[in-house]
């Protein structure tokens, strides 16, 4: 009998992901990924009934949802698709720490290529290598005459976008539309993605994230690899017939979530969310907030806050005041006199524990310091719930 393959676990054994990427035995990973990786971003993916982004386009009077990206209608009326393309423009959204793993990836040398449905060029924001994306549906990268096909300049396409206008082709005897290079009903998938198809069977993992795996042909891509190659699924519902393998690993929940846990059991987890900060737009309000003061500057503000405190300590209600002149006069000590005596130590403590609790009401009453505000950072909604400082976890993750 020969010996089995190094790769592929006995059956019925569980198979550990987690060990197979350390021991160094994934050299070449290729990730699949759909709309789900970018939703925590803000960007609505297509088919969810009620959010997806079919399900809000009544405002543009399309006579089908679908309408905004098939080629037939764009000819007759383009302004649809641009209002929308207003709305998802690159440079709008923050890439997820999804997208930062899959960097991360490829920061480690371990990236293969990146197979992606979405249009939103988040993974090029997050700084994966333009070499390793394979848009399978185009993107808003580059752009291009739909009749002559000449490309279009990046920042002339920009403009056009930002101001809801709607270019047309610098060639003078073509005046054609122009659009992103984003594949519309209608239209052949790009050369790249089919020249790129066949190196699914080189891989040795495969992760698949975020997608429904609905549309052909990127629906057939997990299947492409070769058996005994692991694929991990991190996805809200298993899809794919991945989890029919003895070493699937699936992994049913959120995809940040999920790829948090898989980089905290792979130890990388510090790294990646290091990673995900550079691009916190919160981050960089906080550090110019708190941008060096020179030696004056900070010697004044000291001077400041410690004169507003000492403001603070000695003002006194004039209310309070009076009561104090009052207690000092005839009055107040006539009344005490005959009570106590004015001589009496009964007469004293009364009086200092009256004064005592006149002055703490005094001080409660007081306005407090004017601390320099700074915003707490917000609770992640996409994190899950945290129960004695450990994450809880997704359903299962067989690794």
């Known amino acids: 009998m020969g010996q089995e393959s190094s790769s592929r676990p006995k059956a019925g054994s569980r198979f550990d992901a987690v060990k197979f990427i350390k021991e160094g035995r994934a050299r070449r990973i290729v ?16 088919r969810s009934p009620e959010t997806g982004l079919y399900a809000n386009l009544a405002r ?5 949802p679908e309408a905004v990206f098939d080629l037939s209608f764009f000819r007759k009326s383009a302004e649809p698709f641009y209002a929308l393309a207003h709305e998802l423009y690159p440079g709008k959204f923050r890439p997820t720490i999804t997208h930062f793993f899959i960097r991360l990836l490829s920061d480690k040398g371990l ?67 122009v659009k992103p290079d984003i594949i519309f009903f209608g239209e052949q998938l790009p050369q790249e993605f089919l020249r ?6 080189a891989a040795d993992l495969c992760i698949v994230m975020g997608t429904s795996l609905s549309v052909h042909p990127f629906a057939s891509l997990p299947s492409l690899c070769s058996e005994g190659v692991p694929r991990i699924l991190i996805n809200l519902e298993q899809v794919g017939g991945i989890g029919s393998r003895p070493n699937d690993v699936v992994m049913l929940g959120d995809c940040d979530a999920g790829v948090r846990k898989l ?76 009570i106590g005596g004015s001589g009496s130590p009964s007469a004293k403590s009364e009086d200092g524990d009256r004064l005592t609790q006149e002055a703490d009401a005094s001080q409660a009453d007081a306005p407090q310091a004017d601390a320099p505000q700074v915003d707490a950072p917000q609770a992640d909604a996409s994190q899950p719930e945290s129960r004695g400082g450990r994450a809880r976890l997704p359903p299962y993750l067989d690794i």
């Open 263 to 338: 980089a905290a059991a792979l130890g990388w987890l510090e790294e990646l969310e290091a990673l995900w900060e550079t691009v916190n737009p919160k981050a960089e309000e906080v550090s110019k907030s708190r941008a060096p003061q020179s030696a004056d500057e900070e010697l004044e503000a000291q001077v400041d806050k410690l004169t507003r405190e000492v403001d603070i300590a000695l003002k006194i209600s004039s209310e309070h005041t009076s009561k104090v002149q009052g207690q000092l006069t005839g009055g107040g000590m006539e009344k005490r006199s005959s």
């Open 196 to 201: 790129n198809v066949p190196l699914l069977p």
């Open 111 to 177: 990236l293969f290529k990146l197979f992606t449905q979405n249009i939103d060029c988040l993974e090029r924001e997050a700084g994966v290598p333009d070499d390793k994306i394979v848009e399978a549906h185009g993107s808003f990268a580059r752009q291009s005459c739909i009749e002559c096909k000449s490309a279009y300049p990046d920042d002339m396409m920009k403009e056009a976008i930002q101001n809801k206008d709607i270019p047309h082709c610098l060639v003078p005897q073509c005046n054609g539309l």
């Open 31 to 46: 990730v699949l990924t759909g709309a789900g990786i970018s939703t925590s971003a803000g960007i609505p993916d297509f």
């Open 60 to 64: 543009l009077n399309l006579p089908y």
